[in-house]
């Protein structure tokens, strides 16, 4: 059986705080945080540890990063990434006082990224490729968009697109049937880590099931085996899940993302 302790404490070191904002704009420390500026007017905050926080005082950690983020107008929106094992006793509370409201909690999957790296059949019509060029990207963006129940979003491709021209490995999968992407995902080396990491599994309601996301993700981990990779993580909702779990990763703890967005 995996050591649970050992691969929680490997996603502490080495895939919390600064591993985790590699194409931020701008990043400025409040204490423990990690307070970072994206493209599209996205912040993010996360943080390694919070144990330092005293008791009573992470009203004043919270109403200090909104004030941060509300001097920047071009700040439309902000998460504030939590995890279950961190010993942070009134957080939820303050986040709650200054705005912030939680949307749903994600499984931390953890594992040898080789466990996912299987030979999958793929229905027939349906076929795998990594796109690289911007219509294919902001299609695919859409399509994300959609399936997780929002409106196109044209931040979110145009952070993508940019993301894309950095060159810094991250790779974008999907699959079609008859030229239309009905699934999707990303794959992100975390640099100086043994990790890389899986992201934006999105697959459309009529095609779950017949094991295209699987296909996906042992595309990704072959890649991500080519560079040197040992582990994968992934947050995952409760739809990839129990598809990562059957490969053999393993739950390490769960992340719960709290939202605010500016009024007006």
Same mark, same amino acid.
């Given at each position: ?127 795998? /490729?990594?796109? #690289?060029? =911007?219509?294919?990207?902001? +299609? !695919? ?5 959609? %399936?997780?129940?929002? $409106? ?61 996301? /699987?296909?996906? #993700?042992? =595309?990704?981990?072959?890649? +991500? !085996? ?5 582990? %994968?993580?992934?947050? $995952? ?28």
């Amino acid at each position: 059986m995996p050591d649970l302790d050992a691969l929680r404490d490997a996603y502490d070191d080495q895939l919390r705080d600064e591993a985790e904002t590699p194409s931020a704009i701008a990043v400025t420390r409040l204490g423990p945080l990690r307070m970072a500026t994206f493209g599209g007017g996205r912040g993010f905050i996360t943080y390694r540890r919070l144990d330092a926080v005293p008791d009573g005082g992470f009203e004043a950690l919270v109403a200090g990063a909104l004030e941060h983020y509300r001097a920047d107008p071009v700040i439309t929106r902000v998460e504030w990434k939590t995890r279950g094992h961190d010993h942070a006793p009134g957080l939820h509370e303050a986040l709650l006082a200054g705005g912030f409201e939680p949307d749903d909690p994600e499984s931390v999957m953890i594992g040898e990224v080789r466990l996912l790296a299987a030979d999958v059949t793929l229905p027939d019509g349906v076929t795998l /490729r990594r796109v #690289t060029e =911007e219509h294919d990207v902001r +299609a !695919m963006c859409a399509m994300q968009d959609e %399936v997780f129940g929002g $409106s196109p979003s044209d931040d979110y491709a145009d952070a993508i697109v940019r993301r894309l021209a950095r060159d810094d490995g991250m790779e974008l999968w999907v699959a079609e049937a008859d030229g239309v992407m009905v699934s999707a995902g990303r794959m992100e080396p975390v640099e100086d880590s043994d990790f890389v990491g899986i992201w934006g599994g999105a697959t459309r309601p009529e095609w779950r099931g017949r094991g295209i996301y /699987r296909a996906l #993700t042992a =595309e990704r981990a072959r890649s +991500a !085996m080519a560079q040197g990779k040992t582990y %994968v993580h992934s947050d $995952s909702t409760e739809f990839s899940r129990p598809i990562l779990e059957r490969a053999g990763l393993v739950k390490v703890t769960t992340t719960t993302p709290y939202e605010w967005r500016r009024e007006g």
